[in-house]
């Protein structure tokens, strides 16, 4: 691998690519973005996918300058899934064009359904030939509330990129911002202002951790400005974890202002049956919500939750540290046994339940005792966690545990 040697008092430092990952759900301000970063940097190159064919598995690459495109191909895939996409065809693509062209620094242009996280978990490993500068997500003032609160699938508009892709339209929304270091805020001269203005309190409720750059509502975008606010900024962690670990390691997952997000703290279990039926009350108002929770019925699962376009997802995030020999807890990140211990209860150990709800206008008084009602009573806090596992389940085999989770 080819990289750029810089003397430094007879020192000499290999300094890996800078990628820039451009993602969005509208195609045409992300490219827009693109073309702008292109303009403004003559050395830089830009690489995207079309998905159009994927369901056949063939994709179409194209790799361009500023002066015009380099190459455009159709790819074959062994498999016709964004996750081959990215294994078979990004990450070899990245890899060659920083190999041979040392000197240039690349953006990657997502397509509209690709997840940016998805593209980290498989570029991980490459980080020594390709330095992940900034994971920007493209926000479309004219369209993005809506797709928020869509309750569209993407099969629904024709954009499953495979046949089991059961995605909803509001949950790659609200992943790709989620995921993002850096949120650009598309606008136009006749864009509202309001509307802007309330887009941006809400996109700092989704990533309160991202930075938001402008493009303002002049008739004329200044490419140099924009370059400077998206690229080498160095403000991807690759360390840090993906949405649904953030509250593990004790990390922020909402800005709670009773209003427009509501943070909801427990550190007693959930009544398996109390919250199944109350599921639909708690997100009827929110755009979105995410976290993590405890069920007293399966005290040993960290359950991840999720609600986009009017729709509830629970999954498992493995093993409780109280639930694991202590022998096993190395097998966590340091930032996460850190939490536990400030936060450990002699009773509870590091369960606890930490749900966002991010909205308008949203009664933070009738969610809070809403959730309080879904809890353990003292009464049951009193008949013990093998009583617990006893009662009777809705979520029984949701949540699986393996020897490695």
């Not at 080819?2 to 759900?25: H, M, Q, R, W, Y």
């Not at 309001?194 to 941006?200: A, T």
């Not at 390691?249 to 427009?260: K, L, S, T, Y």
Request: hydrophobic share 45%.
């Amino acid at each position: 691998m080819k990289t750029i040697s810089i003397k430094n008092e007879g020192v000499k430092i290999s300094v890996a690519p800078a990628v820039t990952v451009l993602s969005g759900f509208n195609p045409g301000t992300v490219q827009a973005a693109a073309r702008a970063l292109l303009i403004a940097d003559p050395n830089l190159v830009a690489v995207s996918h079309s998905l159009t064919g994927l369901r056949d598995g063939v994709v179409r690459r194209t790799v361009e300058s500023a002066d015009g495109v380099l190459e455009q191909v159709e790819v074959t895939l062994e498999h016709g899934c964004v996750s081959c996409t990215l294994r078979e065809d990004v990450l070899p693509t990245l890899l060659r064009l920083a190999d041979e062209r040392p000197g240039s620094d690349i953006v990657l242009v997502l397509p509209p359904v690709v997840e940016p996280e998805a593209v980290a978990t498989v570029c991980a490993h490459a980080a020594e030939e390709l330095r992940f500068d900034s994971y920007v997500t493209v926000v479309d003032a004219d369209d993005f509330l809506d797709d928020l609160a869509s309750s569209d699938d993407l099969r629904d508009r024709d954009m499953h990129a495979a046949e089991d892709d059961h995605r909803a339209v509001a949950e790659v929304v609200a992943h790709q911002v989620e995921f993002a270091d850096t949120v650009l805020m598309w606008s136009r001269p006749d864009t509202d202002q309001l509307r802007l203005q309330q887009l941006g309190t809400l996109v700092h409720r989704l990533a309160p951790w991202a930075v938001q750059v402008a493009t303002g509502t002049s008739p004329l975008l200044d490419c140099a400005g924009l370059a400077a606010g998206l690229r080498r900024t160095g403000r991807h962690d690759p360390n840090r974890p993906g949405m649904l670990g953030l509250a593990l390691e004790g990390r922020q997952i909402a800005v709670h202002d009773g209003e427009n997000s509501v943070v909801f703290r427990s550190r007693r279990p959930f009544h398996p049956q109390r919250l199944h039926d109350a599921l639909e009350s708690i997100t009827e108002h929110a755009l979105r919500g995410r976290g993590q929770l405890w069920i007293a019925s399966q005290p040993d699962a960290v359950v991840a939750f999720e609600a986009a376009g009017g729709g509830v997802s629970l999954g498992s995030l493995g093993y409780w540290l109280a639930a694991l020999p202590v022998e096993r807890w190395a097998e966590t990140s340091v930032e996460r046994r850190l939490a536990a211990d400030l936060e450990w209860d002699p009773y509870y150990g590091d369960r606890r339940t930490v749900l966002a709800l991010i909205g308008f206008g949203l009664d933070a008084v009738r969610l809070n005792a809403l959730l309080s009602e879904c809890l353990v009573t003292d009464e049951e806090i009193a008949e013990g966690f093998e009583v617990w596992r006893s009662w009777g389940d809705p979520f029984a085999g949701c949540f699986p545990l393996s020897e490695s989770s």
